[in-house]
T-cell receptor, first 112, second 114 residues
Framework: DSGVTQTPKHLITATGQRVTLRCSPR?????VYWYQQSLDQGLQFLIQ???????AKGNILERFSAQQFPDLHSELNLSSLELGDSALYFC???????????FGPGTRLTVT | DAKTTQPPSMDCAEGRAANLPCNHS???????VYWYRQIHSQGPQYIIH???NNETNEMASLIITEDRKSSTLILPHATLRDTAVYYC???????????????FGKGTHLIIQP
């Protein structure tokens, strides 16, 4: 158990819809990262938040957005969903002074 | 971040040492070698990292060559639960403000045989 929690575990929705994925980092970790893992693209970094502020962006689509709240939990919002957005979405967190990232169990999104 | 090259797959007998190689010939002086693994569809798991000295923790050992162009992750007594995809990642280590997002390659699929 990494200490990072993600909800929901599974999500099935239709094309064009919007969903929100939630992540709670390890206690005390200020950084939260979001990753997408699909069969054809592998594990890809999407976005990072540090203490409530966006810090780095990876391959995140404009239809996707994220935020980190004062209690440090984070949400990833996916809108206008397409079939190709079906993937595992992982959240990770890290402490301020270390670089190791600890990953949650993921949310499996299926878009039909 | 420097590029890494890993074999796509490896087999190892249960109870034996699993040695996973990684080539990172373009590594810069301030880049660290990190290893993560992902057991089928679970979240990736941090294993170990190092700069130039060999490192050991409760999970594994990391051997980095003197020229730092390659490294080997060693699982000393592999078990069936070690079957996973192992990722070697080279990156700058930052202090304060959190680390950057990880760039995962295809990794090595290690299969532990009973």
């Amino acid at each position: 158990d990494s200490g990072v929690t993600q909800t929901p575990k599974h999500l099935i929705t239709a094309t064009g819809q919007r969903v929100t994925l939630r992540c709670s980092p390890r206690s005390g970790d200020l950084s939260v990262y979001w990753y997408q893992q699909s069969l054809d693209q592998g594990l890809q970094f999407l976005i990072q938040y540090y203490n409530g502020e966006e810090r780095a962006k990876g391959n995140i689509l404009e239809r996707f957005s994220a935020q980190q709240f004062p209690d440090l939990h984070s949400e990833l919002n996916l809108s206008s969903l397409e079939l190709g957005d079906s993937a595992l979405y992982f959240c990770a967190s890290s402490a301020d002074t270390t670089n190791e990232q600890y990953f949650g169990p993921g949310t499996r999104l299926t878009v039909t | 971040d420097a590029k890494t090259t890993q074999p796509p797959s490896m087999d190892c007998a249960e109870g034996r040492a699993a040695n996973l190689p990684c080539n990172h010939s373009t590594i810069s002086g301030n880049e660290y070698v990190y290893w993560y693994r992902q057991i089928h569809s679970q979240g990736p798991q941090y294993i170990i990292h190092g700069l130039k000295n060999n490192e050991t923790n409760e999970m594994a050992s990391l051997i980095i060559t003197e020229d730092r162009k390659s490294s080997t992750l060693i699982l000393p007594h592999a078990t069936l639960r070690d079957t996973a995809v192992y990722y070697c990642i080279v990156r700058v280590q930052r202090s304060g403000g959190g680390a950057d997002g990880l760039t995962f390659g295809k990794g090595t699929h290690l299969i532990i045989q009973p």
